[in-house]
């Protein structure tokens, strides 16, 4: 499975932006990078996925570097309601044709502060 | 459109029971995945079930079992507890287009709580 590694944790001021960084230096060329993220006593949450260019949607933008090594997850303008662990998955190959396993790491422990 | 759930929310066996935990989908998900989160271990993949059958398993032991009903609906099965089996179990819907590399949008549940004493 491609590795991913992410800073344990990272602190932000509430409307401030946050840049949430991702080494995947092991990458494959047909791997997309996915986001989730876990607010406190929930399940994970989708956040965004690319695969080559920046995406952009309502929660967040993903800009992923040129050689696809790495990829930040950025978050405009934090709220609090964004504290929750952050996700950067490269999900596993599936065996067949039913899902792809996410693999989940540490992920990065995101406080919000007002 | 209701999300994924699962009962029930917490349970409290002991050593050696067994336990069975229930999953309802996404209306019109046809895959279902299982995940156990513990804080030493993190999040783990379980297996996944699409159209009744398991097509991915992850590195657990064959105590932790499921099946997949035809309307969906899953279930998984842990016997013969140990005090390391209290986690969080979660179950994820999708609508699983089949293609490993593309994307698949994983909708989690709330989750089981379960403490084996």
């Known amino acids: 499975d491609a590795k991913t590694t992410q800073p344990n944790s990272m602190e932000s001021n509430e409307e401030e932006p946050v840049h949430l960084p991702c080494n995947h230096s092991t990458i494959s060329g047909t791997d997309y990078i996915h986001w989730y993220r876990q607010l406190p006593s929930q399940g994970p949450e989708y956040v965004i996925h690319?695969?080559?260019s920046n995406v952009n949607n309502r929660m967040a933008s993903l800009a992923i570097a040129e050689d696809r090594k790495s990829s930040t997850l950025i978050l405009h303008r934090a709220t609090l309601r964004d504290a929750a662990v952050y996700y950067c998955i490269l999900p596993r190959e599936a065996e067949n044709s039913g899902n792809t396993p996410l693999v989940f790491g540490k992920g990065t422990r995101l406080s919000v502060i007002a | 459109k209701a999300g994924v759930t699962q009962t029930p929310r917490y349970l409290i066996k002991t050593r050696g029971q067994q336990v069975t935990l229930s999953c309802s989908p996404i209306?019109?998900?046809?895959?279902v995945s299982w995940y156990q989160q513990t804080p030493g271990q993190g999040l783990q993949f379980l297996f996944e079930y699409f159209s009744e059958t398991q097509r991915n398993k992850g590195n657990f032991p064959g105590r932790f079992s499921g099946r997949q009903f035809s309307n969906s609906r899953s279930e998984m099965n842990v016997s013969t507890l140990e005090l390391g089996d209290s986690a969080l179990y979660l179950c994820a819907s999708s609508l699983a287009r089949g293609l490993a590399s593309s994307y698949n949008e994983q909708f989690f549940g709330p989750g089981t709580r379960l403490t084996v004493l």
């Open positions: 209306s019109g998900h046809r895959s």
């Open positions: 690319g695969l080559t």
